[in-house]
């Protein structure tokens, strides 16, 4: 699977590791680059800085297209539920939609 997770809870908080296989799937964390600090550098994934100027929502249309063919779109933080709706939209990804 690919998953792309918007990444703005620090990671110690979460520790997606626990419940993401990074030798399996595909898992790309995008965020702005104090956002991505957090990220372990010895996890298997790829970081997609986003300059954090703009609302998350857009700076990912600019960032990913459908071309990607992301299978997951993942957000845990409340404050990010709507943006990962409309990201799932813009990406043709299944799940929650606004």
């Keep these: 699977m690919k998953l792309l997770i918007l990444h703005r809870v620090p990671y110690?908080?979460?520790e997606y590791h626990r419940v993401i296989d990074h030798g399996i799937h595909d898992v790309v964390y995008v965020g702005t680059g104090a956002q991505l600090a957090t990220v372990p550098p010895d996890l298997p994934c790829t970081r997609v800085e986003r300059p954090?100027?703009?609302?998350?929502?857009?700076?990912?249309?600019?960032l990913f297209s459908p071309d990607d063919s992301f299978d997951r779109v993942i957000s845990v933080s409340q404050y990010e539920m709507m943006d990962a709706a409309q990201i799932r939209r813009s990406l043709g990804v299944e799940g929650v939609l606004p």
Excluded: N
């Design 12 to 14: 110690s908080f979460i």
């Design 52 to 62: 954090g100027r703009a609302g998350l929502a857009e700076e990912v249309r600019t």
